[in-house]
């Protein structure tokens, strides 16, 4: 990468390749009267023109490995690579253009004539369930797919009746655009030799990618190829296919050229997968004590237009797999109905559903300690679940292994100064200022995946390195240094002799994505356990070099030796002449890192600026191999969760027209945005993995939503502001503010 050698997708060429260019749909609802494409093939350089009714593909998949409320199905709409009769939000792709060059196609792009007949759109989940709204697919009555349901809503209810108080909250968890450093890109190619489509792309994984397009393009996985180097940025974005990219290899296929396409950061806004949009009202019973006897949840999700491949799994399982939270609450029920609107497609953002269970949970439970007037540690110590209740069966069905949620809380408090923060508060205030503290103990289940098993590969290169093949992609996590740290503990040879490798077409891996915070847990585990074979696969062929019992040699440090001897043999000398290679295959599932977080704002009133003064973060993400790159991820997650806090909103006006298309209108997080970090540990390694790790990648988000609005909701309590929802930009706490002094 220091030496430019590193390639992203538009690094790519391949030779006679073409251009592409999408058009797309600047409506959000509309019917397709016409597609008139004369005039853009006579333009110069233009190769082909493609519409919907041009590509023979299937729909673009979606699934859910659950049923809804009284055993109903998913509806799945279907989504074709290229609209089809109507379109359905604003940036809906609709013609595409393949040209000599990327400007001559979207030159070309201006010569379509299109005729729409405009229909109205709904572009809120809560409207979209409205009687009379608008229909976003005819096949879709009142817009839901799926009504769902977990936990067990008879003794929920029970509980609530025998409650001696209920607390209630309703919390929106804002729209937001993942916005990846790289813009999304392709280059599609179909080898009439091997009869394999090639496509290089933006991506988390190839195997799931290479999955999803099996079943667009009604070929076996193991015609395509999938192939990336570097991937800049993915937070659950780049998980899944999009529909240029299934039009991109029809048109390569039937041009017998490959095709380019680099898309614009509008077209990120516009058309990449959007994510959060949840309504949530959130209800705790309470018995006298202030323990919690019982907690339920109605939520509404907007799921865009049409279903992403992981949408429906992600607003359902992915909320739900820790309904409970850290708490020993066996009465927990939760709604949540799946709404489709005209506006993008909706899947994963950095922590796939839990952050949103996290925020409707720790706001309700802070919410009622305030209300209790009880300090928001000592309540929620009240219902921990106890260390000698693992493992811990909760309503919705899963089963947490183990944990020590009040040792956390207890590290975190002292981590915090917890118990003088009144001072601290009533300094702030002789500055004119509001100081505000709030805290999440929150919990996410980790390491699960869509395939059945994590396949590795590790192969001897001609230097004595070792090349892993693996089918999580690296973009960003530092994959290479941790899998090497894995392998390189186990073989006894350098970092730097050992490579990784996770999407090439001369290899076929099969796995999981990177997602879901599972690469260590699951993936490297795998990998440790791969080279541990390689070792074991070694003794015999070192028994025989040493002409020694196999039951005599002994591995250390990198040589097989005779036990008691000098005499030995190098795993790097045994493997010239011999070969060592694996292939290894396993599955590990869920894990579940747990926290608490603390986070202290202060609030000028006169502006509105609003700024995170403190923040601690004590984490049990189980054994950690490397710290460094665990304090990176935590502090990359705690930004994105301060992002949506204080900045990100994905705003849509009442006709489906995106009002925050650019970095003009639409905020991001910027270096410095969280002030005073402190990270500490408390690990309780789990017994689902060889690795005791439990995973940490989402940790930041799914512990700092919470954490930050609650801060902010305690800062302005103090102006008398009663309810604030996120996100706390400076425009909306100022104007909150004056509200309340009237």
């Known amino acids: 990468m220091l030496t430019g050698r590193g390639r992203y997708v538009s690094d790519w060429n391949l030779p006679g390749q073409a251009y592409a260019h999408f058009l797309r749909s600047d409506r959000a609802h509309a019917e397709i009267v016409s597609i008139d494409t004369e005039e853009a093939l006579r333009a110069p350089g233009v190769i082909a023109v493609f519409t919907g009714a041009d590509l023979d593909l299937k729909s673009l998949p979606a699934a859910l490995p659950a049923k809804g409320r009284g055993g109903t199905e998913l509806i799945n709409p279907g989504r074709p690579a290229l609209a089809k009769g109507r379109v359905r939000f604003t940036g809906d792709a609709v013609v595409l253009i393949v040209a000599e060059s990327a400007a001559a196609a979207q030159d070309a792009a201006e010569l379509v004539a299109i005729e729409y007949r405009d229909l109205p759109a709904v572009v809120s989940a809560i409207d979209a369930l409205a009687p009379g709204a608008p229909l976003v697919h005819d096949s879709v009555p009142g817009n839901i797919v799926l009504d769902y349901e977990s936990g067990d809503e008879a003794r929920t209810k029970a509980a609530f009746e025998r409650a001696a108080r209920v607390i209630e909250l309703t919390v929106d968890i804002s729209r937001v655009v993942g916005n990846p450093m790289e813009p999304r890109a392709c280059l599609a ?63 390569a296929r039937q041009l017998g050229r490959p095709v380019k396409w680099t898309g614009s950061r509008s077209e990120v806004f516009l058309a990449d997968e959007q994510a959060r949009d949840v309504r949530s009202h959130g209800e705790l019973a309470l018995d006298a004590q202030g323990r919690i006897l019982g907690m339920r949840f109605d939520m509404v999700a907007n799921l865009g237009a049409y279903l992403a491949p992981t949408g429906p799994f992600i607003n359902t399982i992915g909320i739900v797999n820790c309904l409970s939270g850290v708490y020993d609450v066996p009465a927990a029920y939760a709604r949540i109905r799946l709404a489709l609107t005209h506006t993008a497609p909706m899947a994963a953002y950095r922590g796939a559903g839990r952050p949103v269970m996290s925020y409707a949970l720790e706001r309700l439970v802070e919410h009622a300690a305030c209300e209790l007037g009880m300090d928001p540690a000592e309540f929620r110590r009240k219902s921990f679940i106890p260390k000698d ?46 100081r505000g503290r709030g805290m999440a103990t929150y919990i996410e289940a980790t390491g699960a995946g869509f395939a059945p098993q994590d396949q590795v590969e590790m192969r001897w290169n001609t230097d004595g390195g070792v090349t892993i093949y693996a089918p999580t992609h690296n973009h960003g996590q530092g994959h290479e240094t941790v899998f090497a740290q894995l392998v390189s503990r186990e073989l006894g040879i ?18 999981n994505a990177t997602g879901g915070s599972r690469s260590l847990a699951a993936v490297g585990s795998v990998v440790m356990l791969a080279a541990q074979e390689m070792v ?30 000098d005499r030995s043999i190098s795993i790097v000398d045994l493997a010239k002449d011999n070969s060592l290679d694996v292939a290894y295959q396993n599955k590990f599932g869920s894990c579940f890192p747990n926290g608490c977080h603390i986070a202290e704002v202060e609030i000028e009133p006169e502006t509105g600026d609003a700024e995170i003064v403190s923040y601690v973060a004590c984490d049990d993400a189980g054994n950690i191999i490397n710290h460094q790159i665990v304090e990176g991820q935590v502090q990359g997650g705690l930004t994105q969760g301060a992002g949506q806090v204080f900045n990100e909103l994905a705003v849509y006006d009442r006709s489906g027209q995106l009002l925050t298309g650019s970095f003009m209108d639409y905020a991001m997080p910027r270096a410095g945005l969280v002030s005073g970090i402190k990270l500490v540990d408390h690990p309780v390694p789990t017994k689902l993995n060889p690795l005791g790790a439990k995973g940490v990648g989402e940790a930041g988000v799914t512990g700092s939503m919470p954490a930050l609005m609650n801060a902010v909701v305690d800062a302005l309590r103090q102006a008398g502001v009663r309810s604030f929802e996120m996100p706390a930009t400076p425009a909306r706490v100022w104007k909150a503010i004056q509200e309340a002094r009237k």
């Open 189 to 251: 190619a179909f080898d009439k030799a091997s009869d394999q489509y090639h496509l290089y792309t933006c991506t988390q994984g190839a195997a799931i990618m290479r999955n999803q397009l099996s079943a667009v393009l009604g070929v076996p996985p193991e015609r395509i190829r999938v192939i990336a180097e570097e991937v800049g940025g993915g937070f659950g974005v780049r998980f899944n296919i999009y529909p240029e990219y299934c039009a991109a290899l029809y048109a």
């Open 389 to 434: 209740k693992f493992p811990y069966l909760i309503a919705a069905g899963f089963e947490y292994d183990c944990g020590d949620f009040a040792g956390v809380l207890d590290k975190a408090l002292l981590a915090s100064s917890w118990s003088s923060f009144e001072q601290r508060k009533k300094e702030a205030a002789k500055r004119g200022r509001l």
């Open 494 to 511: 350098p970092m730097e002799k050992i490579a990784l490798r996770t999407a090439g077409a001369d290899f076929y891996i099969t796995g």
């Open 536 to 565: 074991k696969k070694g003794m015999a062929l070192a028994a025989e070099k040493l002409e020694a019992a196999a039951a005599d040699i002994e591995f250390v440090k990198g040589r097989y030796r005779i036990k008691g001897t």
